[in-house]
């Protein structure tokens, strides 16, 4: 067995490292296959690991090697999802951690911070571990770059108390970006200063220059910033042409940020007049925004002029040619109002395929993986259960069968051990149906999360193909907090009532904002019910409601309204689900043959999932549908919960 898991392992490692080979990066893989065997003989011969411990090692290898690979690329992307899949599918925990982590430092190296703060996140959600000495780093600077400063700063400073001073300078530069995104600017004043005292590389120095100047201009200190911006220029005079334009641009911003026009005007034109060659196209177009500020649009004009002479394509930013368009709408010159209009449009269409690109290239892809990869996660912690169920049950048919050979050796016994052998039957029959039961009804649970996702996706890919990235990421963040509860929900058969109404206002502001013109709701919980001690079975409401928003009120030609009222009645819990949609009838109208088929199953798994809880419990859970108005339009759902008797199993 030993070898052949070795085999499989090899396999692995043939299929991860072709491709870091086609990019002629990374590491030797013959080298690195070899060492790889000769590690796992040794760990054969030398110890009794077992051969999951050795997968563990191998895969924990893997992902070490490519945590070694700088720059981190989309080719150490490819490799890290199959091991991480590979990880999942073998249960690794230890590994697949550590897989989630180096996923994490991968998708920061391909600057989309958020979905690798996710990734992050899922590395440190389980109680195993992972020991990794740039972990707070990282996410000091995932935090900084989604924005959350205050969060970044927090880990930050825990990091400069525990730094030796020399190494400190990356971790307090990030520390000082960060108060500046939260303009606390005299703060990072101070902070400079003590940098600007120390022993710097020049690199370094002109960094510091650079955030001194921006930070005494947005204190008002304008001549100060001024110095420190003619000190770091000077510092990059023949040394760093792509510094030197990020030192210009940056300061350019800061004095038209705080309406210092005139200041602006003059160091452009002082670099202008300077003898460094080439001069930077775009800082004609940063002049041009000074002298528009100043009504001086003559001057703007020329300046517009010679940029067009020799235009920068690298723009990505349409704030940046505004003042082309501005210029033109002010021009009494009507040929050349235009030129400048013409030349604008191809820079806006230029502008609009870069981002097309960039956006191809997004996170979007990086959440779906995301989302890929806790699903088959999911699914094979179910599927584990199921077999540990079905070991189970093979463990009670042996005990049976025991204990019928034993019954054949006490003959005088027969009648009384007879007995007890049909008593025995009963209750492993019993047992076995009660087993039998629960695994249909996870069966079913697992049949309808996939139902739930499949409709949430396709919200998020019309947000995708409307190219509303905003509305997409603000979906996906509530999207991914609605799958976190589902999935952590899933696993019981009954939940408080709180954690069910936590998933269905979320689902809710979801669907409401996909149709936002279609239809408001409204929650009403009773103030006799106590939402801690009512139990309910989970995603038991969501699909009701699903059915309203869907098939009832999307096709409603004004706005509709939905209502979830939750009342008690003796030991009862009553939910009415109303809506005041176009109603069953016209509803089924509409629906094409698939979906009344995809609906017909939903509602199917519902109603076999209510008659197994019934049967286990005890109890009757009634759920009755009707229409609200004489007229068809409009339906009500009443779900019937008995409490009493309700039980977690």
């Known amino acids: 067995m030993t070898n052949k898991i070795s085999f499989g392992l090899l396999i692995l490692t043939a299929l991860l490292f072709p491709l870091s080979a086609q990019n002629e990066k990374t590491f030797d893989t013959d080298v690195f296959k070899k060492e790889t065997w000769n590690k796992e003989k040794t760990a054969l011969k030398e110890s009794k690991s077992k051969p999951q411990e050795i997968m563990e090692e191998l895969h924990l290898n893997l992902i070490r090697n ?102 400190r300078f990356n971790l307090n530069s990030l520390h000082i970006n960060n108060l500046m995104a939260l303009k606390h600017f005299k703060k990072a004043i101070g902070k400079l200063l003590e940098l600007n005292e120390q022993k710097l590389d020049t690199n370094y120095r002109i960094d510091v220059l650079n955030k001194l100047a921006i930070c005494y201009i947005s204190t008002s200190r304008t001549e100060d910033g001024i110095e420190a911006y003619r000190n770091a220029i000077a510092l990059t005079n023949g040394k760093n042409d792509v510094q030197k334009e990020q030192v210009k641009k940056s300061f350019s911003k800061a004095l038209r940020s705080n309406k210092r026009d005139e200041e602006n005007v003059s160091l452009i034109r002082e670099s202008f007049q300077s003898l460094e060659k080439p001069k930077n196209a775009l800082e004609y177009l940063r002049l041009a925004e000074s002298y528009f500020s100043l009504n001086k649009i003559n001057d703007a004009a020329k300046a517009i002029n010679k940029y067009i002479d020799s235009p920068n394509y690298s723009i990505i930013d349409l704030s940046e040619i505004e003042v082309i368009r501005n210029t033109a709408r002010k021009l009494e010159n009507d040929q050349m109002a235009r030129k400048f209009l013409n030349f604008y449009t191809i820079l806006e269409d230029t502008i609009a395929i870069k981002r097309t690109t960039l956006q191809l290239k997004g996170h979007n892809k990086g959440m779906e993986n995301l989302i890929q990869l806790e699903t088959l996660r999911k699914e094979k912690e179910i ?34 051990i007879g007995c007890g052998a049909v008593l025995y039957i009963l209750k492993v029959s019993k047992q076995r149906r009660i087993a039998n039961q629960k695994l249909a009804l996870r069966s079913l649970r697992s049949q309808m999360n996939p139902h739930f996702i499949f409709n949430a996706l396709n919200s998020v890919n019309s947000f995708i193909s409307e190219n509303d990235q905003r509305s997409a990421n603000k979906f996906l963040t509530n999207f991914s907090k609605l799958m976190r509860l589902v999935m952590e929900n899933s696993e019981y058969d009954f939940i408080p009532l709180h954690k069910e109404l936590e998933i269905l206002e979320l689902y809710l502001k979801l669907e409401h904002f996909r149709f936002k013109d279609q239809f408001e709701y409204s929650f009403t919980v009773h103030k006799d019910i106590d939402e801690e001690n009512f139990n309910i079975p989970p995603m038991l409401v969501q699909p009701y409601i699903e059915n309203a928003v869907w098939h009832g009120l999307r096709y409603k030609k004004d706005s509709g309204n939905l209502k979830l009222d939750l009342a008690k009645n003796d030991q009862n819990l009553i939910i009415m689900i109303e809506d005041n949609g176009i109603g069953r009838k016209r509803s089924a109208e509409l629906k094409t043959h698939n979906q009344k088929k995809n609906k017909s199953t939903a509602l199917r798994n519902i109603k076999q999932r209510i008659n197994i809880i019934n049967d286990l419990n005890g109890i009757h859970v009634d759920v009755s549908t009707y229409d609200l108005n004489q007229d068809g339009t409009g339906t009500v759902v009443k779900l019937i919960i008995p409490q009493q008797k309700l039980k977690t199993l």
């Open 383 to 416: 599927s584990q259960n199921a077999i540990q169920s079905l070991m189970k049950e093979d463990a009670l048919k042996e005990d049976v069968l025991s204990a019928s050979k034993w019954a054949i050796g006490f003959l005088l016994g027969l009648i009384l």
């Open 66 to 167: 490519i945590l070694k690979v700088d720059p981190l690329t989309e080719t150490e992307l490819k490799e890290i999802e199959i091991i991480t899949k590979s990880c999942i599918e073998n249960d690794l925990k230890k590994a697949l951690n550590l897989s989630y982590f180096t996923t994490a430092k991968i998708y920061h190296a391909l600057r989309e911070p958020n979905v690798a703060l996710q990734y992050l996140k899922l590395s440190q959600s389980s109680k195993i571990k992972i020991d990794v000495i740039d972990l707070p780093l990282l996410y000091a600077q995932l935090y900084s770059e989604t924005g959350n400063y205050l969060k970044s700063n927090e880990i930050l400073e825990n990091l400069i108390r525990d730094t030796p001073i020399k190494e």
